[in-house]
């Protein structure tokens, strides 16, 4: 539910409503998490890392006072995607909302002589925002819920970063047919697409501690306003994508990158 105040401002109330954010242990998703918990969003929290999971899920509490359910699961596995779509309702018997934030990048090219990265990165990128997506259907179409996708920004391809950006195409192209598929359900799908955010994914392309001030102060050089987005400033267009303030926001791409995908 949602509403304009006497100001005009908009009121992002989430209140009765249960949202499922994968990724929810590190960077957009826990920002997302903690947003959506201020807004009383009831929420179910995926993630492999038991501390940080908890973490968040105890910043939730605090400002929802509702317990969020935690689901310490790796969803390339078979059957996981489905056992948190079962474990949500059973847990709170519905489904508003689909925040599809897990995910990695790693770097390899196509003169790598193996597929490992790439069916990984295809695995947790691509498949499993498919998979959760269509385990959730029934729940969302009962109350006219939404999917909130994060796609990187569609900047230029980088060397070693080939994979992942086919895939980010490919989940583009995810959201925007899967809006078409699923409008006459009452879903609606939109993809928030940030530019380079201060998260943990410099941490896993394996850049050392030491080094990231340094990473990321050459990253920002890189991009037109010099600036590396925090996951705050990303968290509050994911949530307002999956709040009902626009109802005909549907198969949009909400780029926040600072103009870096521009030209
Ligand atoms: N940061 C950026 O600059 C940037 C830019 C564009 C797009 N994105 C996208 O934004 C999304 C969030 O990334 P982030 O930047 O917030 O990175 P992050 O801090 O590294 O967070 C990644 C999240 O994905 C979870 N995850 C990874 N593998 C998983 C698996 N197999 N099963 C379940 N959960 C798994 C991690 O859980 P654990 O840590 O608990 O394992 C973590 O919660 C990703 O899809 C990323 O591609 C990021």
Known sequence: MSFLAANGCVHMDFTGKTAIVTGA???IGAATAKLLSTHGATL?????????????AKHCEEASSKKPLCLLLDLTIDGNCDEVVRKTVETFKRIDVLINCAGKAAV????????????????????????LTQSCIPHLKRVKGNIVNVVAAPVRVRPGF???????????????????????????????????????????????EEFMDQAYDKIAMAVPNN??????????????AASDSCPNLNGASLIVDGAASSY
């Open 25 to 27: 242990s590190s960077g």
């Open 44 to 56: 179910a929290l995926v993630g492999r890392n038991e501390q940080r999971l908890l973490d968040v």
């Open 108 to 131: 390899t090219s196509l003169f790598d002589t193996n597929m490992e990265i790439f069916d990984e990165l295809v695995a947790l990128n691509l498949r499993v925002p498919y998979k």
């Open 162 to 208: 080939l994979p992942f950006a086919m895939i980010r195409d490919a989940l583009d192209r995810f959201t925007k047919a899967g809006a078409l598929e699923l409008v006459s359900d009452g879903i609606r799908m939109n993809a928030v697409r940030p530019g380079i955010t201060r998260t943990n994914l410099l941490t896993n392309l394996n850049v050392e």
């Open 227 to 240: 600036v590396i987005i925090e996951p705050e400033e990303i968290a509050k267009m994911i949530v307002f």
